[in-house]
């Protein structure tokens, strides 16, 4: 069964922390990605990853940024935390072979729901 | 990027026929529509994928127009465990950020 796993589900910080967002995938997927949802706007992309050390901004990248040492590894990071974070975090995966994420079925973890105080 | 717009909400009722349209004006060529299910607590997970015409699994069906600017995502019978929220998602078929989620519909079944 594939899997995406996700550190936490329930994450509370303070303001100005530096927050660690971890996922991991069993898949072998080369194609990596930060979601954020929130009510009333969906799933927005903050961060992919196509490869190891390979990143690209998404749609709202600004306040995060990522990391991926390990083609199975791929971490969000909230330099400062911010009470506007404060929100329902997903990873997803996809293969990278036949097409892109566009088209291939991602697959997502559990989410992290995080609040900032 | 082919912007998508869907219902917020929709109701229904154990055993009847619920269909959800997702619009999305200035999809391209290149582009195809998949839809996606998420249940509280828990991540989107894949339903169907089309292109045009009609696709049809086990799970659902799915309807494109010949001009493909909408898709019709059709649960036949639901039940009270098909409540959640529907995203349809148009993207390129090729790589690089050509994709899309819409804001999703809650679909709440009532027995």
């Known amino acids: 069964d594939v899997k995406v796993t996700q550190s936490s589900r329930y994450l509370v910080k303070r303001t100005g922390e530096k927050v660690f967002l971890e996922c991991v995938q069993d898949m072998d997927h080369e194609n990596m990605f930060w979601y954020r949802q929130d009510p009333g706007l969906g799933l927005r992309l903050i961060y992919f990853s196509y490869d190891v050390k390979m990143k690209e901004k998404g749609d709202i990248p600004e306040g995060y940024s990522v990391s991926r040492e390990k083609k199975e590894r791929f971490s969000l990071i909230l330099e400062s935390a911010s009470t506007n974070q404060t929100s329902m975090y997903l990873c997803?995966?996809?293969?990278?072979?036949?097409?892109?994420?566009?088209?291939?079925?991602?697959?997502f973890g559990p989410g992290t729901r995080l609040t900032v105080l | 990027l082919a912007k998508t717009t869907q219902p917020i909400s929709m109701d229904s009722y154990e055993g009847q026929e619920v269909n959800i349209t997702c619009s999305h004006n200035n999809i391209a060529t290149n582009d195809y529509i998949t839809w996606y299910q998420q249940f509280p607590s828990q991540g989107p997970r894949f339903i169907i994928q089309g292109y045009k015409t009609k696709v049809t699994n086990e799970v659902a069906s799915l309807f494109i127009p010949a001009d493909r600017k909408s898709s019709t995502l059709s649960l036949p019978r639901v039940s009270l465990s098909d409540t959640a929220v529907y995203y349809c998602l148009v993207g390129d078929v090729n790589y690089g950020q050509n994709f899309v989620f819409g804001p999703g519909t809650r679909l709440s079944v009532l027995p």
């Open positions: 997803a995966s996809t293969t990278g072979l036949a097409g892109g994420p566009g088209y291939n079925e991602q697959f």
